[in-house]
């Protein structure tokens, strides 16, 4: 299994342990298989999926600021050939300030 808090750390230092396992527990079998486990920044489809199911449907929040999230996102995950879904939603989620209400 990853070390998913691990992964996290390398973008924000100070990641809360119960987020992480909380975004693991909400991904869940999408975790086991390896395409599905990371995100293709280089996809309009996955982004847009992102930004659907996990930034309106879960965080609440659609539109420029989704957009902005995701890009600001993608960014900082720029020299991450392998991105994780668990550390992208995360920082999409910290982008937002929503990591309290996961």
Known sequence: MTDYLADVK???AGADEAVVNKIVR?????????DSSLVSASDPEELARVKE???????GVTGE?????VDATCAAMKADKTKSRVTFYYLVAKELGKL???
């Open 10 to 12: 390398l973008y924000d």
């Open 26 to 34: 909400h991904l869940g079998i999408a975790l086991r298989n390896r």
């Open 53 to 59: 199911k996990w930034c309106g449907k879960k965080l």
């Open 65 to 69: 600021a989704a957009d902005k999230a």
């Open 100 to 102: 309290g209400d996961l």
